[in-house]
């Protein structure tokens, strides 16, 4: 059985009333779902603008969090079921089995990935779905979204998802989606038909 969706949970949604609605029904799918780092990453950010250490250790420790948000959304709703490696998320997800990603940067050091800022939870999505061969990729996002399907460097530039993202999903022909933080009550639809529901970010045409 094929992985279908990896889904990116927006870790500005921490606070939300939408969140457990968001659980709930994520939890009744067999997704991946990818954490965000929400108030953990602010962290970081916070101790970087007052310490100045370098950008490598800053991703290591934003990578940390998004296991912590991980382990946040778990502690709601315990019907997911995290875990770190790939194979594991693997047969979770094609057993029926809601997954969530821990992240651990160990693991993340061969990706060939940037260590930086410019790689956010929405390039490791994008990455993971990558990794395990999933069909579609969906970002829920609280930002405000375009009302139609837009190129992925037009979403860098109205600051929707990170700079990487581009550059990694450039010639894929995986289907990637954006769900506002609000349409939970049509996820199911969404998974089923996500044209009817979520905007679709179509890969970068740009070379370089």
């Known amino acids: 059985m094929p992985i279908g969706w990896v889904v990116k949970l927006g870790g500005s949604l921490w606070a939300s009333d939408a969140l457990p609605h968001w659980l709930n029904g994520l939890a009744q799918n067999p997704v991946v779902i990818v954490p965000g780092g929400g108030l953990f990453a602010d ?3 916070v101790a970087q603008r007052r310490w100045h250490f370098a950008d490598a250790a800053a991703h290591d ?5 998004m296991a912590q948000y991980g382990r946040l959304l778990c502690a709601l709703c315990p019907a997911l079921n995290p875990t770190t490696g790939l194979a594991e998320l693997a047969e979770l997800a094609t057993t029926g ?3 969530v990603w821990l992240p651990d940067p160990k693991h993340l050091s061969a990706s060939g990935l940037a260590t930086d800022w410019s790689v956010s939870s929405d390039t490791l999505a994008a990455w993971l779905a990558e990794a395990l ?14 009302d139609r399907a837009c190129e992925t460097d037009t ?3 109205r600051g929707i998802i990170d700079a990487a993202f581009p550059g990694h ?9 954006l769900s506002g933080s609000r349409q939970h009550e049509r996820l199911a639809e969404g998974l089923a038909s996500p044209e009817t529901v979520f905007i679709e970010a179509l890969p970068s045409r740009q070379v370089g």
């Open 169 to 177: 999903t450039r010639g894929t022909a995986r289907r990637i989606w």
């Open 97 to 99: 089995r809601p997954a």
């Open 43 to 45: 962290a970081v950010r």
């Open 133 to 146: 061969g999933a069909a579609q990729l969906l970002l829920i996002k609280s930002a405000d979204l375009p």
């Open 155 to 157: 979403l860098v530039a």
């Open 61 to 65: 420790m934003a990578i940390t969090a």
